[in-house]
Structure formats: C-alpha cells, structure tokens
C-alpha cells in the first residue's frame, strides 16, 4: 500500500535522508549533486517553499520528489531553473501518476527530467553531456584529438598564442577568490542581458544559493570553482557543485575581452588535464549548449522534458490546460513551446508578482526586438 507525506526539508528524519543517499548511489542515473538531499537542503536556505514528497511502502521510503510547492497543487523542479537535472529518485516500477495522487500533487512540470526507468511515459528527449575519465586526462584528451583533430588542432593554436600574448596559462582549482567568483558572476549577468536570456542571477535567492556554496568548503557535497588565469589574468572558469568525485558546473563564463582566443574551449581542455588531481572522474556539463559541450564530451544520457499529471481531477484539469496550449500553437508550435518554457521558468524563477512582470516584460521586449530585426534583415 503506497501511501506519501510531504515534509520540509528540514524536517527530514535523517533515516530518510540516508535511504535517499541510497537510492541514489543503486542507480549510476541518479547519482548527481542535484539530485540528493544535499541539494535540497541548501536551496530551502534560501526559498520557503521548498518541500519534499516521500512515498512509503509498508513503512519503507521508495521514492523521493524535491520540489517547489507552488498554488494549485503544482510542483515544480527543485532549484530550477537554476539546476539542469530534476527527478523523482525511486524504484523501478514506480507507478507516477497515482503516486502524485498520493502526495495532492497535481502536475509536475519538468524540462531536464532524468527516468532510468522510464517512469514517466513517452516525454520529449534531449541529450546531457558529461565527460568522464576511465583511464587518464591524457588518454581521454587524445580521443578527442582522434574525433576531430582538425578542431582540436586549432584550440591548441589559440591556447599556445594567449599563453605567449598574455601570459603563462594555468588552472586554478579550487579557488576560493571571492574577487574571482564575483567576477564570474559578473561576466555572466552581462552575458545573460546581452544575448536576452533569461537573468536567472536576477533574485536574490539564487545569488544567495550561489554565495552559499561558495563558502562551502569542505564535506562530500560542496561548492567548486574551477579558474582559468593567463599570468594574473582571470581568463574565465566554472562555478558549480560537487560531490564526491562528480563536479556539476553551473555558471561557466569568459572574459568577453578575450573572445578573440576562443577561451571557452581553451578551458575545458585544460580544467579536463586538471581532473585527476582534483579527484574528479566526471565533469558533467549538463543539456543544452550542444556546440560547446558536444565535442568534449565522449559520452551522454538522455533526459526529457514534459508534464506529469496525478491520477485525480486536478491532475486532468492540468492536462486539459496544458494540452490548450498545443491547440493555440499548432500552427506556430515551435514559437509557442519556446513561450511556454519561458514562462515555465519565470513562474519557477520568480517568487514575486513584482519579479514575475519584471521578466515577463523583459521576454515579450527581447522577443518583439528580435522578431523586428528578422523583419528588417527579410
């Protein structure tokens, strides 16, 4: 008999927490710093509705969903859209929609869903890309050679001139240069308002999440950053999660006045030969970005994007609503799923009506700016 109760994270009996870790480390699909306890608890630090459905079977946790408990019954991603990766951790046969019943959970809207076990039905799929070393960062990088020498040929060119130009390339990893973090941080809100995406930087509660894995410094999960410097120059670097031997990147920006030396790619070579001596077997970069990521990663897992609606009224009143959008953008369906994701992530981003107007106005500006240059390059 599956019956769930949904607690605050900092109610969560320690009992759960360790049949959480457990349930992660049996299947290698959930194994992530996203996707633990860990994570959970550090951003319900700094946002009050985050909660944490659990599912029982005969007194015995199965399944765990962090999430943001929003009005209406609706969960949304833990951290989104912050983090990359979301899921509900359980065991294989877990049946999703009566569960979600269960819990009053009405839908659950995920776009980065890992589902080992295809819990959730027919979704649309993308790819994640992570780098993993099975023997040495030299072999690993001479396969990348090997897939597109002509590519890599040219990244180790730019790499050899910035470190002539401007000075002795080196990684610096971790650094604990709160100067360097704020400039990363920096270089990534101009990067965001720049190209018209969404500011994710923009509330406080994700400055504030960021600021406090910064600080976190010891322990299996914490903070990392990984720094690229020519000379004393801060080139670029990532900032992220890691967890025993896993690193999740989150915020990956470069010196805009370096772009001439493609300092991106020169990066992740270097922070891959950096690996073994940080005690990193995976580098994962996450979906999306696929121009970036794809050619330095040799291995990939498919995650989906979607609706999950309970097995109730509320959950067929969701699907009703969502499946009105289809209708309204049938003609136009690319253009009005773009719309829809963004609202998504506004409405998950976003803890006030203030916020939320701010970055719709914001979406509907950059899309009419857009849609005129179109207009005027036709």
Not at 76 to 95: C, K, N, Q, T, W
Request: proline share 6%; with cysteine; glycine share 6%.
């Amino acid at each position: 008999m599956l019956r769930a109760e949904t607690v605050h994270p900092a109610k969560l009996d320690p009992a759960d927490a360790a049949a959480w870790r457990a349930l992660c480390a049996a299947h290698p699909e959930f194994y992530s710093p996203l996707l633990g306890p860990d994570f959970t608890l550090a951003v319900a630090q700094v946002r009050k509705d985050v909660r944490v459905a659990i599912w029982r079977e005969q007194d015995r946790p199965v399944a765990f969903l962090p999430h943001h408990h929003r009005p209406g019954g609706f969960a949304r991603p833990i951290g989104a859209p912050l983090s990359d990766y979301h899921a509900i951790v359980a065991e294989r046969g877990f049946d999703v929609p009566r569960a979600l019943a269960e819990a009053n959970i009405a839908a659950y809207r995920f776009v980065s869903l890992v589902d080992p076990h295809g819990a959730f039905g027919s979704t649309t799929e993308r790819q994640a890309y992570r780098i993993e070393l099975e023997t040495t960062a030299e072999d690993y990088l001479e396969a990348l050679r090997g897939a597109s020498a002509k590519r890599f040929k040219n990244y180790r060119r730019l790499d050899h001139k910035l470190d002539r130009e401007v000075g002795e390339l080196r990684i610096v990893a971790p650094d604990d240069s709160r100067e360097a973090f704020e400039t990363l941080l920096t270089w990534k809100r101009e990067q965001l308002v720049r190209t018209n995406a969404l500011n994710f930087l923009r509330p406080a509660w994700t400055r504030d999440l960021l600021s406090a894995l910064f600080e976190m410094k010891t322990g299996d999960f914490r903070g990392l950053t990984v720094n690229l410097y020519a000379g004393d120059r801060l080139v670029g670097g990532h900032f992220g999660v890691r967890m025993g031997s896993i690193y999740h990147p989150w915020i990956a920006s470069m010196d805009p006045d370096m772009a001439a030396w493609s300092p991106g790619q020169i990066f992740l070579s270097r922070a891959i030969s950096a690996m073994p001596a940080l005690g990193l077997t995976i580098y994962d970069l996450g979906p999306g970005h696929e121009h970036y990521k794809k050619p330095y990663a040799l291995n990939s897992h498919p995650v989906f994007e979607g609706l999950a609606v309970a097995e109730s009224m509320s959950g067929r009143a969701a699907l009703a609503s969502d499946r009105a959008w289809a209708l309204v953008g049938s003609e136009r369906w690319e253009t009005m799923n773009l719309v829809r994701r963004r609202l998504d992530a506004i409405a998950t981003l976003e803890q006030s009506l203030a916020g939320r107007a701010s970055s719709l106005v914001t979406t509907v500006m950059s899309h009419t700016l857009r849609r005129g240059a179109t207009e005027e390059a036709a």
